[in-house]
């Protein structure tokens, strides 16, 4: 059966997304292991399916990124009911410190947030392409055929 393309149709995931994102991570355990599976199935659609929406209304599609997009879902090896969410590239593993060698503490961010917190990166290149293609099809309209 195929995967359903009406957002409201993964409540359940943006609820077991959410947890994730508000706890760090999470553990979610299904009946079996096929569920297990098609869970995560409709997990990596339901932000596919986020993904297509935000594109569809941002006027430079690229940069769309949704708000689960470092979560990393996996299958438990030893217990295949269980799927682990785990947020990737939040946990620093090492140790940071200053040029002193005093321990630091890293900022909380975002890579996109660089982007997202200056718009006139975002407008000026579709901007320009948008003349662009004004003037190709104004050309192309005065070519004589």
């Known amino acids: 059966m195929p995967l359903s393309k009406s957002l409201s149709m993964y409540t359940d995931v943006h609820r077991v997304y959410e947890a994730a994102l508000a706890n ?55 217990d ?11 946990i620093l593993e090492g140790a940071l410190t200053g040029a002193d060698g005093k321990p630091i503490e890293a900022p909380e961010s975002s890579p996109m947030s660089e982007i997202s917190e200056s718009p006139d990166l975002l407008q000026e290149v579709p901007d320009e392409l948008e003349e662009f293609a004004k003037g190709l099809l104004l050309n192309a309209k005065q070519e004589p055929k």
């Open 80 to 90: 295949p009911c269980l799927l682990r969410f785990t947020i990737q590239g939040s």
């Open 24 to 78: 760090g991570g999470a553990l979610y355990r299904l009946e079996t292991k096929s569920a297990a599976h098609y869970f995560r199935t409709r997990a990596h659609y339901y932000r596919k399916l986020l993904r297509s929406e935000i594109e569809r209304r941002q006027k430079s599609p690229a940069t769309a990124e949704t708000k689960y997009d470092s979560i990393k879902i996996s299958i438990d090896k030893e």
